[in-house]
T-cell receptor
Framework: AQKVTQAQTEISVVEKEDVTLDCVYE???????LFWYKQPPSGELVFLIR??????QNEISGRYSWNFQKSTSSFNFTITASQVVDSAVYFC?????????????FGSGTQLTVLP | GAVVSQHPSRVICKSGTSVKIECRSL??????MFWYRQFPKKSLMLMAT?????????EQGVEKDKFLINHASLTLSTLTVTSAHPEDSSFYIC??????????????FGPGTRLLVL
C-alpha cells in the first residue's frame, strides 16, 4: 500500500527565512509520480510540481526548489526567502503509474505560517 | 490552462434536502474526475472516482446511494448529496485529470464547495 508522511504538522517562520517541508513516501511500485500542492486559506488546491520516479534531478522554480532522493524515499520542498503570501497548507502526494484510476495518496499536510 | 471550476462555492441547506455540486474542466477533457471530502485541518479523503460514460468507483465506507455521482460528459461530473444531514457538512473538492497525453498524470483541483447542513 502507498503511504505519504509529512511529519511537520505546523511550521512558523519569519518573512525572508528559508523553510523546508519534508515528505517521505512508501510504495511498492517502481514507477510512480510525486506531487506538491498548495492550499491557501481560500481552499483551492494549487498544483506546484509533478516528478516522475525516474527523474531524480532537483528542480528550481523561482523561490521554490524540490529535492527528490529516491534512496531515502523523500521529496522535500524548500521555499527560499519566504513571504507572507506563502502561508498555506502544503500537501505532498503520490500516484501510481499503472491502472486507469491512478489515484493520489496525500500526506496529512504541513501548515506553513510566514510572519511579517 | 488546466482550470477546474466548481459550483456552487458555498451552500447552506436544511436537513433532508438534496444538494448537487458540479465540477467542470474548462479548458481540457477529463475522462476521469475525482471527488474528495476534507474536514477542518485534515487531509483530503478520496470519496470516489468518476469515470465518463460509466459508473463511479466508490471508496470503502462511502455510501453510493448517499453520494450520487454522474459523469455525463468529458468536462462535467456532478456529486449529489441526497437527504443531507448535519454530519454531511464539509468541504467537498473535485479534481480532474487531463486526458491529453502530456499532462495525464496530474490532477487539477476545483476551488471546492463548502456545504453546511442545518
Amino acid at each position: 500500500a502507498q503511504k505519504v508522511t509529512q511529519a511537520q504538522t505546523e511550521i512558523s517562520v519569519v518573512e525572508k527565512e528559508d523553510v523546508t517541508l519534508d515528505c517521505v513516501y512508501e510504495t511498492r511500485d517502481t514507477t510512480y509520480y510525486l506531487f506538491w500542492y498548495k492550499q491557501p486559506p481560500s481552499g483551492e488546491l494549487v498544483f506546484l510540481i509533478r516528478r516522475n520516479s525516474f527523474d531524480e534531478q532537483n528542480e528550481i522554480s523561482g523561490r521554490y526548489s524540490w529535492n527528490f532522493q529516491k534512496s531515502t524515499s523523500s521529496f522535500n520542498f524548500t521555499i527560499t526567502a519566504s513571504q507572507v503570501v506563502d502561508s498555506a497548507v502544503y500537501f505532498c502526494a503520490l500516484s501510481e503509474s499503472y491502472g486507469s484510476a491512478r489515484q493520489l495518496t496525500f500526506g496529512s499536510g504541513t501548515q506553513l505560517t510566514v510572519l511579517p | 490552462g488546466a482550470v477546474v471550476s466548481q459550483h456552487p462555492s458555498r451552500v447552506i441547506c436544511k436537513s433532508g434536502t438534496s444538494v448537487k455540486i458540479e465540477c467542470r474542466s474548462l479548458d481540457f477533457q477529463a475522462t476521469t474526475m475525482f471527488w474528495y471530502r476534507q474536514f477542518p485541518k485534515k487531509s483530503l479523503m478520496l470519496m470516489a472516482t468518476s469515470n465518463e460514460g460509466s459508473k463511479a468507483t466508490y471508496e470503502q465506507g462511502v455510501e453510493k446511494d448517499k453520494f450520487l455521482i454522474n459523469h455525463a460528459s468529458l468536462t462535467l461530473s456532478t456529486l449529489t448529496v441526497t437527504s443531507a444531514h448535519p454530519e454531511d457538512s464539509s468541504f467537498y473538492i473535485c479534481s480532474a485529470r487531463d486526458s491529453g497525453l502530456a499532462y495525464r498524470e496530474t490532477q487539477y483541483f476545483g476551488p471546492g464547495t463548502r456545504l453546511l447542513v442545518l
